[in-house]
């Protein structure tokens, strides 16, 4: 077992190449951190080969809801698996994708949202409301309308169109000028300094921006957003890609400043954080203007193999009625404020905390650098040092992000702080 595990790790080395990963490091010899190589969930908890247990900090890239191994969802899975794992969505359907939709329409007053795009992942998302965007002012006729707002530090993904809404430099520069026609503004005041006519929508990642460094937008913003949009005829994009599905303490950002959104686009927590699947979600409106002859070449020529894949389907409604079964939206104020409290009463007084930003379950504890830190990424350090202490998660830049799985419990809170506490002290 002990050369399987080893040899586990050399076949890691030499053959796959990791997201986001500096891989001279990762394939150092010397690194003998990495790969730690997870193997079984439970709830909150991750395990690796070794048996070694984690609280799994970041609901493992922002996207488990309700635990690892939820046996509704596991029992979902399965159950689809054995009738059918995949059909095309391109002039067929499906059972889970066709309930799946209309229970996503449900969440929503009537007459609003009412349409249901199904792609892969967040990006992909992304990539079908923008389309759709510059569509609806081709058939419209407002052909020339094509441009797109977005803020800056903000975050939509990394497939070529999403990535050129985005306002991060080291993720986004690189390819800055092989995608949308993009206009960034730092704040609401910015918009107006550009004739409206010209764009088709505006984006945004509504309460928080996420790898921005958990960045929480100033109440009201969202509303006013929304009436600009209103009265300057501009779509209004909302990429609750990572905010979706109860993070911020309601089932949707959104809520939380009463605004409906013309495209809501939705990913990571949609299957529990199981399985890929995305949604982008219209209106009536939006959906109307793609109708027409064939000839008219109104429709939307816009799709992904997996689009609607019923395995995906049926995990993401699994995870709906876990909401339901577990009321899980009542138990989060709770949970939030003891959250809240207890990150403020371990870090309040701490010499090394810069800021600490909050919203929902959602945390970003922001460090100074210290003189202790043995790289320029201190970040980076403190996480693989959290392991030690039983967590993972993953920084951005100098700011430890806590995102924990909806299912945390107030003794698992105190154990993943307790962790951060014990990291910074090294520092
Ligand atoms: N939007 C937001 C707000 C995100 O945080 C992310 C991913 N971190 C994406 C879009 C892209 O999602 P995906 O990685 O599933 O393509």
Redesign the pocket.
């Given at each position: 077992m002990a050369d399987r595990k080893e040899q586990l790790r050399q076949w890691d080395r030499q053959h796959l190449w990791h997201p986001f990963t500096q891989m001279k490091d990762w394939c150092d010899p010397e690194n003998t951190d990495d790969p730690l190589i997870l193997q079984s969930g439970e709830g909150a908890y991750l395990f690796d080969i070794d048996g070694n247990r984690y609280l799994d900090g970041n609901s493992s890239?922002?996207t488990n809801i309700h635990g690892h191994n939820h046996p509704t969802i596991t029992a979902a899975i399965k159950e689809q698996a054995e009738q059918l794992a995949h059909c095309s969505a391109l002039g067929f359907s499906n059972e889970p994708a066709i309930e799946l939709s209309r229970e996503l329409v449900s969440l929503f007053p009537e007459d609003t949202l009412s349409r249901v795009f199904l792609s892969d992942?967040?990006?992909?998302a992304?990539e079908c409301a923008c389309k759709m965007a510059i569509q609806f002012r081709q058939l419209t006729g407002e052909p020339e309308r094509i441009k797109f707002l977005s803020f800056t530090g903000a975050?939509?993904?990394?497939t070529a169109g999403?990535a050129s809404l985005g306002g991060i430099s080291t993720f986004h520069e690189r390819f800055a000028s092989t995608g949308f026609d993009v206009e960034q503004v730092a704040e609401l005041a910015d918009l107006e300094r550009f004739d409206a006519g010209e764009f088709t929508a505006v984006i945004l990642?509504p309460l928080i921006q996420?790898?921005a460094g958990m960045r929480v937008w100033p109440g009201g913003m969202l509303a006013s957003l929304r009436q600009w949009c209103d009265e300057s005829g501009v779509f209004l994009i909302l990429?609750e890609?990572?905010t979706g599905f109860g993070r911020t303490g309601t089932m949707f950002a959104c809520e939380r400043e009463e605004v409906i959104p013309d495209f809501l686009?939705l990913?990571?927590g949609l299957t529990g954080g199981y399985l890929p699947l995305?949604a982008t979600l219209t209106t009536e409106r939006v959906f109307e203007a793609f109708l027409g002859e064939i000839e008219e070449q109104k429709t939307f020529y816009y799709g992904h193999s997996y689009c609607g894949n019923p395995l995906g389907c049926a995990a993401a409604l699994a995870s709906l009625h876990v909401f339901r079964d577990e009321q899980t939206l009542s138990g989060l104020p709770d949970k939030i404020d003891y959250f809240h409290a207890t990150l403020k009463a371990a870090f309040g007084q701490d010499p090394l905390l810069q800021e600490l930003r909050l919203c929902g379950l959602i945390a970003g504890i922001e460090f100074h650098r210290s003189e202790k830190a043995k790289t320029p990424t201190q970040g980076a350090e403190m996480c693989k040092a959290a392991r030690q202490f039983g967590l993972l998660t993953r920084p951005i830049g100098d700011t430890i992000v806590l995102m924990p799985p909806l299912c945390i419990t107030t003794d698992q809170i105190d154990e993943m702080v307790e962790a951060v506490r014990e990291v910074s002290r090294l520092y």
């Open positions: 890239i922002w992942d967040g990006s992909t992304i975050y939509h993904g990394d999403a990642e996420g790898a990429d890609v990572m686009c990913a990571k995305a």
